[in-house]
């Protein structure tokens, strides 16, 4: 066990028809005017976004609405919230959507209380407060909702970067599984990898000898599995959907990666270049790069393969796990090679050198330069 | 899944020396007073209070001393400590000790608000409001230290009762696994059974279902055996000491039981009987009631013991899983049957009357009345 703190402020409020109580959430707050966030026509066909306003009007909470944020969320788009927030001074962000809606929502919520560009806090300069955050979740996967992570994407440099940042935690969440019932096939495939990418990044790549955080690792890699493979065959199943929910909440929220000392996100950090350049869903390029890393690192943790092997799946030896997991993504409908998402080998060097940049920015270009990213990327041809 | 409500905001700071940022957390969140609230003479020798004294000293916190906190803390010394905070004008409790010294803290922390007597709030009474707690811990078992309960026994009436509040959860808890290198074998004893007890009541009480926090439980379960059978051979170990340290923490913060709906704490219940009128040690007390309850409990949800006894042990059957867990409580050194305890047979409808009330309190007479617990007292003779 190595030193940590651990503090996380963000209220969840889980359950059926739970979004109902926002109105009151936000009175209870004093809060009276809102930034109403969203990103397609889907939560309005839903009519998810027209019972959130009427519970607004209720209870007397204003708001403006913004929508049209997209998947990997944009700066451009993010650079309009900040101008609309300032400009209508509201006290508060309240992001209705999956993870990138809640992932623009916090960049808003810094940038309308800066007077500098929101991209600086991306590139390094240090948060030091925002507007409170509340957010409803439509889509499980990046645990967004509990922690203090935001990532957008720069369309003009193609960077795809984040801000981490206590300020940012959001003050309430509210997760009914039933919105995420909705989701189509791909995208709860998508969520299924990325959840995770998130919980096995630091299970390999921490040092050995934290048992406890194995296990809880080990608990929502099977649970992922397990509640993934009904929703599949049953994507209303309000249990599954339930259980993955929180599940994926529980994989980025800080809890399995307290008191295991330095660990780093190569898996995130390859696949943010995928994502910038070729605008792939974010668990599809995890797909592709999650099996290539593993082959890659393997021999430098040897037995924690092994243990992920045989917790996970029952079988022996590194290379058998990576198989396991790789044939169940492939299963589940992700891709698994960069040609399976029409990512031409001839680009793995722009790629390598884009991951690059990122690599130096988060201080892991020891281990990860461009040569090396390129042979990780090679393994996913 | 059933709906529920996480939030957990207390701010865990974990490791060595830790200790020496209370005073600068203090000053940071603006108290200039404090009630420094220990125990037994043990924070004397160990040197702890010099170094607590010392820190909040240069950063410039006054502090006021208050000893003396007992073993399963009692009624009348909490309310000297809530006259004593109301005289000196405190604003907040600083609790350095095990969870004795904690939940005095936090009951403390309630009374000195409140102008009525503080047991009014253990049979009943709402909490609207506390001074803010603050905590050093030196003996990990009952997760005080994240969690927003209080016990305090009433010497008088015999009742071991407890708040449970958003309002008390400590605000900043700093746990240093040096600190409980020194805990005697008994004690490191006791609060292993303490962290199982917590975490398998509700898995074994609530509806089947829920994967993932059987998963988590089994996790938490695993390692205190693991941790405790290292710390009971080499009292020194610092990883199996913040391995068990943050377990702890872990198995009584809200987590487990968060989605399983309801559940109930009939073996807590039974031993605050025990513990109320013998005064024996919680854990102690537990480990004596657990094995006889799981045996009068366990035909009503087989296959969670089934569960238990593959997943813990790697043993077949329900009562294999329980003689796995009494043995192994024998084996480091806990009481099993009453009379370990030197607590006569004879005594038991006592206990089960005085059981038979907190359970109408918790609304489990249904189940538990007094001929039902001493059905299960009779299997632990």
């Known amino acids: 066990m190595y030193d940590f703190e651990?503090?996380?402020?963000?209220?969840?409020?889980?359950?059926?028809?739970?979004?109902?109580?926002?109105?009151?959430?936000?009175?209870?707050?004093?809060?009276?005017?809102?930034?109403?966030?969203?990103?397609?026509?889907?939560?309005?066909?839903?009519?998810?976004?027209?019972?959130?306003?009427?519970?607004?009007?209720?209870?007397?909470?204003?708001?403006?609405?913004?929508?049209?944020?997209?998947?990997?969320?944009?700066?451009?788009?993010t650079r309009q919230g900040v101008a609309l927030a300032k400009s209508e001074a509201v006290e508060a962000i309240l992001a209705v959507g999956g993870g990138s809606v809640l992932d623009e929502g916090k960049a808003i919520a810094v940038g309308a209380l800066a007077d500098v560009d929101v991209w600086d806090f991306f590139v390094g300069k240090e948060v030091s407060?925002?507007?409170?955050?509340?957010?409803?979740?439509?889509?499980a996967a990046t645990a967004s909702e509990m922690n203090g992570n935001s990532v957008v994407t720069n369309e003009e440099t193609k960077q795809k970067y984040n801000i981490t940042s206590p300020h940012v935690y959001p003050r309430v969440s509210i997760l009914n599984p039933q919105l995420t019932c909705s989701v189509p096939a791909d995208?709860?495939?998508?969520?299924?990898?990325?959840?995770?990418?998130?919980?096995?990044?630091?299970?390999?790549?921490?040092?050995?000898g934290t048992r406890l955080q194995d296990r809880l690792v080990e608990a929502i890699v099977k649970t992922v599995i397990d509640s993934h493979n009904i929703i599949r065959q049953e994507p209303d199943n309000y249990q599954a959907r339930a259980e993955f929910m929180w599940t994926a909440t529980l994989?980025?929220?800080?809890?399995?990666?307290?008191?295991?000392?330095?660990?780093?996100?190569?898996?995130?950090?390859?696949?943010?270049?995928?994502?910038a350049i070729y605008n792939i869903a974010h668990g599809a390029g995890l797909a592709i790069v999650m099996p290539a890393w593993m082959r890659w690192?393997?021999?430098?943790?040897?037995?924690?393969?092994?243990?992920?092997?045989?917790?996970?799946?029952?079988?022996?030896?590194?290379?058998?796990?990576i198989v396991a997991l790789e044939t169940w993504f492939r299963d589940i409908g992700a891709p698994i090679r960069l040609q399976d998402a029409e990512i031409p080998a001839a680009d793995?060097?722009?790629?390598?050198?884009?991951?690059?940049?990122?690599?130096?920015?988060?201080?892991?270009?020891?281990?990860?330069?461009?040569?090396?990213?390129?042979?990780?990327?090679?393994?996913?041809?």
Chains 1, 2 share one sequence.
């Open 251 to 275: 994989g980025l929220n800080g809890l399995t990666p307290s008191g295991v000392g330095q660990s780093s996100f190569p898996n995130h950090m390859i696949e943010h270049s995928l994502s």
């Open 348 to 381: 793995i060097d722009e790629i390598a050198a884009n991951a690059a940049q990122l690599a130096k920015l988060w201080g892991i270009d020891d281990l990860y330069d461009q040569a090396a990213i390129a042979e990780i990327l090679q393994l996913a041809v």
């Open 129 to 139: 407060r925002a507007l409170p955050v509340y957010t409803i979740l439509t889509l």
């Open 297 to 321: 690192y393997s021999d430098r943790n040897p037995a924690q393969f092994e243990r992920f092997a045989r917790k996970i799946f029952g079988v022996e030896g590194a290379e058998a796990g």
């Open 187 to 208: 995208y709860s495939t998508y969520g299924a990898v990325d959840v995770i990418a998130h919980v096995i990044e630091a299970y390999f790549t921490k040092k050995p």
């Open 6 to 77: 651990f503090h996380n402020p963000t209220k969840i409020i889980f359950g059926r028809d739970k979004e109902l109580l926002m109105g009151d959430v936000l009175k209870g707050d004093a809060i009276t005017k809102v930034l109403l966030l969203y990103g397609s026509q889907s939560v309005k066909r839903s009519g998810l976004l027209d019972r959130v306003k009427d519970v607004l009007s209720r209870a007397g909470v204003g708001f403006i609405e913004f929508g049209g944020v997209v998947s990997n969320p944009v700066l451009s788009h």
